[in-house]
């Protein structure tokens, strides 16, 4: 059985899928959980359950392909818990899918945006406070997708 009490975690793409998942086992296992998606419905609904079960959450939407709207993301999580140990960079989009002389260069610029600078856009944002502390621990997730 872990123990993670005390530790505080953020979530990108907790909306569905792995996020949730994930979030939902940080939670059983009392980790802090800040839930960050693009819309706030279902991240919403899932903190509450969270907090119904006797977990901490809260929820915030956040696009990660644009850094500031991950820098609040961190600073909201850190007003609400005190700090982020734990970054698990899950966000993440398929489409387009394509040979790549039909592909369409802005959909695909978009893939460029959330796969790629949303994983360093998380870094960047929660990297000061990590090593100010002198710890955290950053998760990348990615899929076969990715080859």
Known sequence: MFDLSGQVALVTGASRGIGEAAARSFAKYGTK?????????????????????????????CDVADYKDVERAVHTCVDTFGKVDILVNNAGVIEPISRIELSDPE?????????????????????????????????????????
Do not use: F, H
């Open 107 to 147: 959909a695909w610029a978009n893939v460029i945006d959330v796969n790629v600078k949303g994983v360093y856009n998380g870094i960047r944002a929660v990297a000061p406070g990590m090593l100010e502390r002198g710890s955290g621990t950053i998760i990348n997730i990615s899929s076969v997708e990715a080859l």
């Open 33 to 61: 959980v800040m839930l960050a998606a693009r819309s706030a419905g279902d991240i919403d609904r899932i903190a509450a359950e969270i907090n119904a079960g006797g977990g901490g959450a809260a929820a915030g939407t």
